[in-house]
């Protein structure tokens, strides 16, 4: 096992690696932006090293002065959390070459899966379901009208070494497809240094269905069940849950194998997750391939109780996964709710600020609370707003909801307002309750009758 590994993150996924770490016995480093030096994972690392200023550029994406800080500390590895460098192949390659341990896949796999039409590729090849599309770059405009007239409308268009949203474009019908294929591609230019395009069709509204996966440097690829993922807004996860209700034990193996294909076609190692859409019939298919640990991964946890960043750190170090698929089981049901400083009365608009007095719920069997906050901080206006993940389990789904809204009811953030009263609406909105939604719930029912309360 490593001796000393370094964080590049912050916020509460750097918290919790911190933590996975201490137990396992392992010396900690972190790194942290100007804006964070009061940071709670700043504080409770063995190390911490200041690699610039606030902006993420030049600090959390600053690849040089990330692996300066390894090399200074004498670190064994880094652990990339999720977002900035998390899937970013020329860092994973940097430290390889460095003699570093990247705790994720190695760069050929983050490479491989990151151009969305190479992955297609693959999936198709290991018997993978996808969604039904072109089977390679589209290159102009007359290929895209054949094939969106072939596969029928709504279709996507999608920039192959897409991210971030950009150079995507819905497009409702063959008038509006000239347009949305120049300005995609121009902005995928401009943003990837590359314009390929394809083109999938639209499966809307569906489940939003992804499958975490463990694999080894000894080819043993295992998976641990499904969260459904569907309540979202702005294309945004906002709550999540494991097992999904939709998922049958037969539709649950078929959906898991299909997984486990998918990360063995890449031979995949580390923890990893494959997202598929499922349609109102109830098949499914491959979506992307996240390389890394999930915001979300903490129901997994809750529902199979095996801890992923120390199955990361372990598998990292060259030891087995250990766990043979059928040993899997999946116990109860978890719920988790994103808390993110934002005002929902205001278009959730970021609102950061001084958290003037907190307190975090806590108690009970089955409630747990992922943050890097405590009172007197002050939340930074430069990152990602979310400040806090409440996860709950229980026996039954009923249990975990009402354990959720216990949870969310004891919350306080005085300073700053957040999106908790928001998640209590939602969690207790009738269809939510029952298990009835989809990817456009949230979107089209919940949120155009909803009465936020102005703050």
């Known amino acids: 096992m490593f001796r000393k590994v370094l964080i590049a993150n912050r916020g509460e996924i750097a918290v919790r690696v911190i933590r996975a770490c201490r137990e396992l016995g392992i010396h900690t480093v972190a790194v942290y932006s100007e804006a964070d030096k009061d940071a709670l994972h700043a504080e409770l690392a063995d190390e911490a090293i200041c690699i610039g200023p606030a902006k993420a550029s030049e600090s959390y994406l600053n690849v040089q002065q990330i692996l300066s800080a ?3 500390t004498n670190a064994e590895a880094i652990h990339p959390g999720f977002g900035f460098l998390s899937e970013n192949s020329r860092f994973a390659s940097m430290c390889e070459e460095l003699n570093i341990t990247f705790i994720g896949p190695d760069s050929e796999t983050i ?4 151009n969305k039409i190479n992955a297609r590729k693959l999936m198709m090849a290991a018997d993978v379901p996808v969604i039904p599309g072109s089977g390679g770059v589209v290159r ?9 007239e072939e596969i029928g409308y709504p279709v996507m268009l999608k920039a192959a070494a ?3 949203g950009k150079g995507i474009r819905k497009v409702m019908s063959q008038t509006e497809l000239p347009q949305h294929f120049a300005s995609a591609q121009q902005e995928a230019k401009a943003a990837f240094g590359n314009d390929d395009m394809y083109l999938e069709k639209i499966i809307y509204p569906a489940r939003h269905i992804e499958v975490q996966i463990l694999g080894d440097a000894f080819g043993n690829v295992i998976h641990l069940g499904e969260r459904d993922c569907s309540l979202q807004r702005n294309n945004q996860k906002v709550m999540e849950e494991a097992p999904s209700l939709v998922i049958s034990q037969d539709k649950r193996a078929a959906i898991g194998a299909a997984a486990v294909r998918a990360a063995k076609a890449v031979n995949y190692k580390n923890a990893g997750t494959i997202e598929f859409l499922m349609d109102q019939s109830g098949d499914f298919y491959f979506m992307e391939m996240n390389t890394r640990i999930q915001v979300e991964h903490p129901i997994t946890e809750m529902v199979t109780g095996i801890d992923l960043v120390k199955k990361q750190l372990e598998i990292a170090a060259g030891e087995p996964i250990g766990i043979a698929q059928d040993e ?3 116990t109860g049901h978890a719920i988790e709710c994103r808390i993110n400083a934002e005002n929902p009365a205001f278009n959730f608009a970021p609102s950061p600020g001084k958290i003037e007095n907190l307190f975090l719920p ?5 409630l747990r609370v992922d943050s890097g906050m405590y009172s007197g901080y002050r939340i930074p206006p430069y990152y990602d707003s979310m400040i806090a993940k409440i996860i709950v389990h229980g026996e039954t789904r009923f249990e975990a909801l009402m ?3 216990r949870a969310l009811g004891e919350l306080v953030t005085e300073g700053v307002i957040t999106n908790a009263d928001f998640q209590m609406d939602l969690i207790s909105h009738p269809q939510v309750i029952a298990g009835d939604y989809d990817t456009a719930f949230l979107q089209e029912v919940f949120l155009p009758d909803w009465q936020p309360e102005v703050q």
């Open 70 to 72: 390894a090399i200074v």
């Open 111 to 114: 490479d491989a899966m990151g």
């Open 140 to 148: 102009d405009v007359e290929e895209a009208l054949a094939l969106a």
């Open 162 to 164: 897409g991210g971030g």
């Open 328 to 330: 899997v089981q999946l």
């Open 362 to 366: 806590s108690g009970g069997l089955g």
């Open 403 to 405: 354990k959720m809204q």
